[in-house]
């Protein structure tokens, strides 16, 4: 069981930014994808995604051996591939059951009864920790970043995906926020997921155990090891791994 990138190209606006990456994510292991600003990780997310902005040119997808490489974001969504975003969007009108309700819905491609669904949605909440009020609360308007980033790892503990992308689920958390949002990850980890971990800091590293480590760099992997390239990163910074510094 594994997601398979096979020499992925990627273009967004008509600029090539993902230059061929190859990469394999298994299920029940956590790869942490880093790299600096601008190296192309949102990128690769969305385009892994399904975002019609980001255009793959070239290479291909494969969930547990099926090409997704052409298919909708709401099939890989229903193949079980989950994307986290760097910035999640607020939504008036619309509180956070209703959302997570319909995203369930959705996602098993069936209708799923209220009462259940709210006795699945409030055990998922006490399990990560996260206080009844939200459920009534429009989706992230006025939530803190590290809200946000709760929320959506309680998206993801709902949906259960076989493959889950957080993207900088670190950033902009202060310690307290990154250990509640680590320690819901590491619940969810336990299902057997997946998980692709994007981060330019090594902190989040440190709560959330990696079995493989990959730097991006200009749209390629340019160095991937075990969890001590991490800790070498974090000591020494990106220099030395990407070339032309
Ligand atoms: P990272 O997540 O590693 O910081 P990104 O994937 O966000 O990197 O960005 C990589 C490059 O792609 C940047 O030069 C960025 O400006 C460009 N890029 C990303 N998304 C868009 C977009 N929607 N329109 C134009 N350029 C984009
Ligand atoms: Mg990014």
Not at 92 to 100: C, K, M, Q, W
Not at 161 to 187: F, H, M, Q, W
């Amino acid at each position: 069981m594994k997601l398979e990138i096979i020499d992925l190209r990627v273009e967004v606006a008509g600029k090539e930014i993902i230059k061929g990456v190859t990469a394999t994510f298994e299920k029940g292991k956590t790869v942490a994808l880093m790299g600096p600003n601008g190296s192309g990780k949102s990128t690769l997310a969305l385009a892994l995604a399904g975002h019609p902005k980001y255009k793959i040119t070239k290479g291909k997808i494969l969930l547990d051996g099926k090409d997704i490489t052409k298919e909708t974001p709401d099939s890989r969504a229903k193949n079980g591939l989950f994307l986290s975003f760097q910035h999640p969007q607020e939504i008036t009108g619309v509180n956070l059951s209703t959302f997570l309700r319909s995203s369930l819905q959705n996602v098993k491609g069936k209708k799923i009864d209220v009462m259940d669904f709210h006795k699945l949605l409030k055990e998922k909440m006490a399990e990560l920790g996260i206080e009844e009020q939200f459920k009534q609360r429009y989706l992230n308007v006025g939530f803190s970043g590290g809200e946000k980033k709760r929320m959506e790892i309680l998206q993801l503990s709902l949906l259960e995906p076989k493959y889950a992308i957080l993207d900088e689920t670190d950033s902009g958390l202060d310690v307290d926020s990154l250990r509640l949002v680590c320690d819901a990850v590491n619940k969810v980890k336990k299902k057997d997921m997946g998980i692709v971990l994007i981060t330019h800091y090594n902190r989040i590293l440190k709560f959330i155990q990696p079995d493989q480590v990959h730097v991006l760099y200009k749209g390629k992997i340019v160095k991937s090891g075990g969890k001590e390239l991490a800790h070498e990163i974090e000591e020494n910074g990106f220099k030395g791994y990407l070339g032309d510094e």
